[in-house]
């Protein structure tokens, strides 16, 4: 496991702890879900459901995994230990990548423009500065539009253990983790 993997699932950790009490909990899936959804009214309700079911199956991943003591509540050493772990995360994060990728494809064309790109990762929390150079590493089009399989890969690989010097990494920049 590598510092640059530690720092991207310590600042997801902290957007996903939406009402900042230090502790990952099903409300706050919910509350993210919901946020995320809103911004792609665009897109399908069939979309929109699936991004709201994977949200639920990344906290059910958690809570089945990690929550031994049934309090209903994931701390941050819980969380690594398990987002870190392909065995125990990758089927999940496979299916938030594919939920959240088609959501920013509203109409189908297998492309994803970057206005819903950054809104998209701003009703998740990022920066925006970092949004962009994100979606630059990601190597647009010049309708300035990404693949949504280079997406589905890149939100893969953010949460894989060994990997550094990904697109991903360009989220962490000037962040508090």
């Known amino acids: 496991m590598n510092t640059e993997a530690i720092r991207r699932v310590a600042l997801v950790f902290s957007l996903l702890d939406t009402n900042g009490n230090g502790v990952l909990e099903a409300e706050d899936f919910e509350l993210m879900a919901d946020g995320v959804v809103g911004v792609a009214p665009a897109s399908d309700r069939a979309s929109q459901e699936a991004m ?47 939920a959240l990728a088609a959501l920013g494809d509203p109409d189908g064309d297998g492309q994803i423009e970057r206005p819903l790109f950054v809104a998209l990762m701003t009703a ?45 990494d360009h989220l962490v920049v000037n962040t508090a983790v």
Do not use: H, M
């Open 52 to 98: 709201r079911a994977a949200f639920r199956r990344y906290w059910t991943t958690l809570r089945t995994e990690l929550d031994a003591d049934g309090d209903g509540e994931i701390t941050f050493e819980e969380y690594v230990a398990c987002v870190l772990s392909p065995e125990r995360f990758d089927a999940t994060i496979g299916v938030f990548a594919e």
């Open 124 to 168: 998740i929390g990022f920066e925006p500065t970092n949004i962009d150079t994100l979606f630059d590493a990601f190597g647009p089009s010049d309708q300035d539009r990404i693949q949504v399989a280079t997406w589905v890969e890149g939100i893969k690989d953010y949460y894989a253990p060994d990997k550094a010097g990904i697109p991903g």
